[in-house]
């Protein structure tokens, strides 16, 4: 199993709809993180915690919100979703001063 | 100075080439620098890391020259299954807490 878990892989969806992705890991690290990346442009961070209790704005957080249910688990949900949010969407988490972990991607199409 | 510029490419290059990267960044106050690769639709993967003057793993060299404020990656005998976007990653100016801004990445085609 893979340490870093998205789900959905693929999704298409429609404006307007509510959309939640999914992500869980399995290292036991505090810190995950949540980031787009759109073709032409480099990863960009949405949202980040470094622990349950913890939650972060990155820099691109308008239209997403998160929930880091518990140390292995932080959604993203797209609460009315936008054709400007279709975009391939990674979780990451990392331990303080190491490196991060991706998963292997979410990629969403908004209609 | 933006955060992060990497060469825009594509870099085309034969096998058993020679090919070099470069990446600007902007924070001065930044230790510590990455390479992540990424295959098409992949995720990113940490290729090196670069916290004093460079850092060699077989075939791959990173070089960090602070007073330009630039890192660069070199590749030796490039193979086939080098071909990928790698991407420059530098923690965030600014940023109270661990933050890394990534490149845009520079593609690399390794070709027969």
């Known amino acids: 199993d893979a340490d870093v878990t998205q789900t959905p892989r693929n999704r298409i969806t429609k404006t307007g709809k509510r959309i939640m992705l999914e992500c869980s890991q399995t290292?036991?690290?505090?810190?995950m993180y949540w980031y787009r990346q759109d073709p032409g442009l480099g990863l960009r961070l949405i949202y980040y915690?470094?622990?349950?209790?913890?939650?972060n704005k990155g820099e691109i957080s308008d239209g997403y919100s998160v929930s880091r249910q518990a140390q292995a688990k932080f959604s993203l949900s797209l609460e009315s979703a936008i054709p400007n949010q279709t975009a391939l969407y990674f979780c990451?988490?990392?331990?303080?001063?190491?490196?991060?972990?991706f998963g292997a991607g979410s990629r969403l199409t908004v209609l | 100075r933006k955060e992060v510029e990497q060469d825009p490419g594509p870099f085309n290059v034969p096998e058993g080439a020679t090919v070099a990267f470069n990446c600007t960044y902007s924070n001065s106050a930044s230790q510590s620098f990455f390479w992540y690769r990424q295959d098409c639709r992949k995720e990113p993967k940490l290729l090196m890391s670069v916290y004093s003057s460079g850092n060699e793993d077989g075939r791959f060299t990173a070089q960090l020259n602070r007073a330009s404020q630039y890192i660069s990656l070199l590749i030796r005998d490039s193979k086939l299954s080098d071909s990928a976007t790698y991407l420059c990653v530098v923690p965030r100016a600014g940023a109270g807490s661990y933050q890394l801004t990534f490149g845009k990445g520079t593609k690399l085609s390794v070709i027969p």
């Open positions: 290292k036991g690290h505090d810190r």
């Open positions: 990451a988490t990392s331990e303080p001063g190491t490196v991060l972990t």
């Open positions: 915690s470094f622990d349950v209790k913890d939650i």
